[in-house]
């Protein structure tokens, strides 16, 4: 089992470009999760997806969308990324909302 | 007023010492607690729930006190290993779930 996978590891863009970071996981979760995390603030939550077909925002969803067309993926898109968006995304999963979240090792996102 | 804060340290303490963590969370109706360990430009991994009797995993204890909203985390006998940062959890009904900034935990020989 690969666990919780998110490509790309880094990622540097100029303001203005667009992207999507892709998280898949193997574990047959229903629910999946994207998070900021900044220095000195606790995750933040993005997005979220509680199944197949689902999404919903979280706390900082500005200048973000998500997509969850398979159960096993869950994607993350910046539009028309700006320098605020620079920070690690991390992608979790869990079986239930009450479960123990499973995070990605994270995307390291710069934008200049 | 941060929703859950905690102490960012660091905590700095010899191999062996007894460390204790306390984090406060401002919603009376949250409902589950976690801790989570984070070591450096690496994911959170869960370390343990706190349930409300509190509960011991090892060297490490959680506390829940729900009548000042705060809950903690004793470290007995620190390894070096035990160096990362240590996230405090708390979900609040829904997909309401607030990280704390983080304390971080150096251990040194």
């Known amino acids: 089992n690969a666990g919780v996978t998110q490509t790309p590891k880094f990622r540097v863009l100029k303001t203005g470009q667009s992207m999507t970071l892709l998280c898949a996981q193997d574990?047959?979760?229903?629910?999946m999760y994207w998070y900021r995390q900044d220095p000195g603030m606790g995750l933040r939550l993005i997005h979220y997806s509680v199944g197949e077909g689902t999404t919903a925002k979280g706390e900082v969803p500005d200048g973000y969308n998500v997509s969850r067309l398979k159960k096993q993926n869950f994607l993350l898109g910046l539009e028309s990324a700006a320098p605020s968006q620079t920070s690690v995304y991390f992608c979790?999963?869990?079986?239930?909302?009450?479960?123990?979240?499973?995070f990605g090792p994270g995307t390291r996102l710069t934008v200049l | 007023r941060k929703e859950v804060e905690q102490d960012p340290g660091p905590f700095n303490v010899p191999e062996g010492a007894t460390v204790a963590f306390n984090c406060t969370y401002s919603n009376s109706a949250s409902q589950s607690f976690f801790w989570y360990r984070q070591d450096c430009r690496k994911e959170p991994k869960l370390l343990m729930s706190v349930y409300s009797s509190g509960n011991e995993d090892g060297r490490f204890t959680a506390q829940l006190n729900r009548a000042s909203q705060y809950i903690s985390l004793l470290i007995r006998d620190s390894k070096l290993s035990d160096s990362a940062t240590y996230l405090c959890v708390v979900k609040s009904g829904g997909f309401k779930t607030i990280f704390g900034a983080g304390t971080r935990l150096f251990v040194k020989a």
């Open positions: 574990m047959n979760h229903e629910y």
């Open positions: 979790a999963s869990s079986l239930t909302g009450e479960d123990e979240q499973f």
